[in-house]
């Protein structure tokens, strides 16, 4: 059932003052994404062959076949459920007023896993005082 001019008038109030307070939010909500059926349906027929190879393998006492089988269900379960490395994210920011601007760079120096640790306990340390 369309909806009467005046559901379409309220709607399209409700859209621009939902763009106009949240424009990150807005761009969110409208922007369509693909999903990855192919993907979860290409992971799936992996996994079950995998298992099968699994089972033969096991079944038969050649462990090769064995191994085999689980390499190709983990792989195909991992392929299925990660994202693609390319495109798609995003590739700059919001600005309060709803125009983009490109993503800042990221700092270039990165501390060290030891040097992060002494950071917190040093941290953790002024704050008992």
Do not use: C
Request: proline share 7%; aromatic share 6%.
């Amino acid at each position: 059932m369309p909806l009467s001019e005046y559901e379409q008038r309220v709607l399209e109030q409700m859209e621009r003052q939902l763009t106009s307070d949240d424009p990150r939010l807005a761009n969110t909500l409208t922007s369509r994404g693909r999903k990855p059926v192919l993907r979860y349906v290409l992971g799936g027929i992996g996994a079950v062959l995998g298992l099968l190879l699994l089972v033969v393998g096991a079944a038969q006492s050649q462990v090769w076949l064995g191994v085999l089988g689980f390499v190709v269900m983990f792989a195909s379960v991992a392929i299925a459920f990660t994202r693609p490395r390319h495109g798609g994210g995003p590739v700059g920011v919001v600005r309060p007023d709803g125009s983009t601007a490109p993503r800042p760079a990221a700092p270039k120096a990165k501390k060290g896993f030891m040097s992060r640790m002494e950071d917190r306990w040093d941290k953790r340390r002024d704050q008992g005082r």
